[in-house]
Nanobody, 115 residues
Framework: QVQLVESGGGLVQAGGSLRLSCAAS????????VSWYRQAPGKQREDVAN???????NYVDTVKGRFTISRDNAKNTVYLQMSSLRPEDTAVYYC?????????WGQGTQVTVSS
């Protein structure tokens, strides 16, 4: 059975940092496109950062220079290092792993940034 388990969310003041983790079981994240999505209340879920098999990364403009996505193949875990956090980063953050014919989601972790 495939599981993606996110952790690392919490409450932080503006300007602070958090590191989110997405640990997988049942699949190898190294052969998936892994994304961090977020969804704020009343807004659509958006792909904020992703990493593909080659290790190339992409970011939405609003987090460029502040967030870094990385992958540890030995731990089968993808991380999202978030720095210089802003109140508008407040959302539930979800891990997504996708490849042709398969897609998996984690349960989400809440990130709240206070001003």
């Amino acid at each position: 059975q495939v599981q993606l388990v996110e952790s690392g969310g919490g409450l932080v003041q503006a300007g602070g940092s958090l590191r989110l983790s997405c640990a997988a079981s049942g699949i190898s994240l190294s052969i998936y496109r892994v994304s961090w999505y977020r969804q704020a209340p009343g807004k659509q879920r958006e792909d904020v950062a992703n990493i593909i098999m080659s290790g190339a990364t992409n970011y939405v403009d609003t987090v460029k220079g502040r967030f870094t996505i990385s992958r540890d193949n030995a731990k089968n875990t993808v991380y999202l290092q978030m720095s210089s956090l802003r109140p508008e980063d407040t959302a539930v953050y979800y891990c997504n792993a996708r490849r042709v014919g398969a897609e998996y989601w984690g349960q989400g972790t809440q990130v709240t940034v206070s001003s």
